[in-house]
């Protein structure tokens, strides 16, 4: 423990680009959740020193410069940490296959050679949900999933038998990193959450942005799918299984003439630009049924994200893996009822409490989602709305993660007296 009697974590991380997803936006609202006066934080990245994303961090990045390659590698970030680590009572390394992990386990190996007594800090390894089978089973992923094999024999097997605690943010991602590989040991294993901030109250600006960002919507009702315009999650299936969903409204319109239409669907993120994106963009201009109800607004942030939450009639997500689902708990922070396939790890928790409507990662599951809602009546999707807001504050709010957490720590570190005076001061 460090003389000013604070935890002194140093999370190790590739880059804190946001573009990078989950990973960036997960160790965000870790440090965001610990007491300052009693938890520091400091961060080692492999980005410029200029980058626009550097600046603003509520803790100290240490950016030494930009990777290079698929491992991600950077030179000096070896020679850092044998300067450094010994400063720290804890280093976390988040996410795996990259040469972030590799290096700090052989720097902590080599400190450990010649510290001569001195205390080392212990290490911790978040696999941010990189070791699900899906990334092993994928069609798409064959030459991926060979490359992961061989950097687990040489390499991942002894950064993660060897690390003190492994760190999960569900349930199901600690059961499901047990099946890819062999041998898999982790000395202990925790599940610590991951808590995001309550968003401010709904309010005019919110409205004003998201409007001027989707100028098309023209305040027609809409279910909202906000994430990365990618296979993995889902959105080719998404749009099959809502072009099926609007010809059987249809039809029944013609049947029952009060009934009305489905609520648009507004499908925000990066990734247009990809030839998966743009290919998106094709099925809806050739389909007949999608082109006057699909938007494609690009990436929101700031207020029109938060406005097209709190608009929104419900948040989609018919993934084919999800290790947590930022977004997923953004639209839960809102009040918004989510409808996820049963491959976002954190589908119990949130059905428990009966604030979304689960099925399978297929364009079959997709349109039963849409059904689902479709037939809900008012009354049901009102609850249901209270039931999101309450699967948020049980089990995603910052609080409750924070205590996770600060309770993993305190069995790695064996420091029981400071973190229990840590969680009684903090919470």
């Not at 007594?117 to 949900?129: C, D, I, N």
Request: charged letters at 20%.
């Amino acid at each position: 423990m460090s003389n000013s009697q604070n935890i002194k974590i140093l999370h190790v991380i590739p880059s804190m680009n946001p573009k990078e997803g989950g990973t960036v936006q997960a160790l965000k609202t870790m440090i965001s959740g610990l007491p300052e006066d009693k938890v520091l934080n400091e961060i080692v990245s492999l980005d410029s020193v200029k980058s626009s994303f550097i600046n603003g961090s509520p803790c100290v990045i240490h950016a030494i410069g930009n990777h290079t390659g698929p491992w991600k590698y950077n030179k000096r970030l070896a020679s850092w940490l044998l300067a450094n680590l010994a400063y720290f009572d804890c280093v976390i390394v988040h996410g795996l296959w990259s040469y972030a992990g590799y290096a700090t386990r052989v720097a902590l190996k080599k400190l450990a050679r010649g510290a001569s007594g001195a205390k080392l800090p212990k290490l911790l390894v978040m696999p941010h949900g990189m070791l699900d089978p899906y990334f092993q089973r994928a069609a798409n992923r064959k030459l991926k999933a060979f490359r992961n094999v061989i950097f687990w024999k040489l390499i991942e097997e002894k950064l993660v038998n060897s690390a003190d605690a492994l760190l999960f943010t569900c349930d199901e991602e600690m059961t499901l990193a047990s099946i890819p590989f062999k041998p898999y040991a982790p000395k202990m294993g925790f599940v610590v959450g991951l808590g995001l901030a309550a968003p401010a109250p709904y309010n005019d600006s919110m409205r004003e942005a998201f409007a001027k960002s989707c100028p098309s919507l023209n305040k027609s009702p809409f279910i909202l799918f906000l994430g990365r315009i990618d296979e993995k999650k889902g959105v080719d299936m998404l749009l099959k299984a809502y072009s099926k969903a609007i010809k059987v409204k249809e039809a029944d319109s013609n049947n029952i003439p009060i009934l009305g239409v489905l609520p648009k669907l507004v499908i925000a993120g990066p990734g247009l630009d990809t030839i998966y994106g743009r290919n998106m963009q094709a099925m809806v201009t050739r389909d007949d049924g999608l082109r006057n109800m699909v938007i494609f607004p690009g990436m929101l942030t700031g207020d029109a994200k938060w406005g097209a939450f709190y608009q929104s009639e419900a948040f989609i997500l018919p993934s084919h893996q999800e290790n947590f689902g930022v977004a997923v708990v953004e639209a839960l922070s809102c009040g918004v009822p989510v409808l996820i396939s049963n491959q976002v790890n954190i589908w119990r928790e949130i059905n428990e409490t009966g604030g979304c409507y689960v099925s399978t990662d297929s364009v079959e599951g997709t349109f039963k989602l849409f059904q689902f809602w479709d037939k809900s009546s008012y009354k049901q999707k009102q609850a249901m709305s209270r039931n999101a807001l309450q699967a948020y504050n049980k089990y995603f709010a910052l609080a409750p993660a924070a205590k996770k957490l600060l309770k993993a720590i305190k069995e790695t570190l064996k420091i029981y007296p400071i973190i229990n005076e840590l969680q009684d001061e903090a919470f």
